[in-house]
């Protein structure tokens, strides 16, 4: 009777390992609207929904809302900056175009196994100000990190938007 008990809750205990592994995936991330050049997501690990753009050159820019924080981001990861040590800050200058530059401190992460300068708390002008550029170069210092086309930021960042209302509530 008792290795019978065992064997039962053994069994209880192994359904209930499958079934919490089970939620984990029904909690992953999920697609919101998928756009040119963006996709737009509701993220477990932002508890936030985040505009996603990767690019030919191995970059991948992220637009979104830290729901943990309740603040705004921004990042861009690479694989070729794994040079840079992580949780370290940068200072990074963004050139917009026709004389607009916007520059604040990043922090190193790892974002999807990729090296990621991130900032968070940023205000609603400084992604509007990325969202109205036809593109954007980034600079650590005066070496040139990325050149990137940020076509479609303004309907990714509006979808972002609406997502973080809709499901999120925020």
């Given at each position: 009777m008792h290795r019978l008990k065992c064997c039962i809750l053994g069994l209880i205990g192994m359904t209930a390992a499958s079934l919490s592994a089970s939620a984990q995936t029904v909690m992953a991330d999920r697609s919101w609207e998928n756009l040119p050049g963006w996709r737009v997501i509701a993220s477990?690990?932002?508890?936030?929904?985040?505009?996603?753009?990767?690019?030919?050159?191995?970059?991948?820019?992220?637009?979104?809302?830290d729901g943990i924080a309740k603040d705004y981001f921004f990042s861009i990861s690479n694989m070729k900056w794994r040079s840079y040590p992580l949780q370290k800050?940068?200072?990074?200058?963004?050139?917009?175009?026709?004389?607009?530059?916007?520059s604040g401190f990043f922090h190193t992460v790892t974002r999807d196994a990729l090296p990621t300068f991130e900032i968070g708390n940023v205000k609603g002008s400084f992604l509007d100000d990325i969202a109205a550029a036809s593109g954007i170069r980034i600079f650590e210092e005066d070496i040139q990190m990325a050149s990137l086309s940020l076509s479609g930021s303004r309907r990714a960042l509006n979808s972002m938007i609406e997502c973080q209302q809709s499901i999120l509530g925020d």
């Open positions: 477990t690990e932002y508890q936030g929904c985040v505009a996603i753009a990767s690019y030919q050159d191995g970059s991948t820019v992220r637009l979104g809302y800050d940068y200072e990074l200058r963004f050139d917009l175009g026709r004389g607009r530059t916007l």
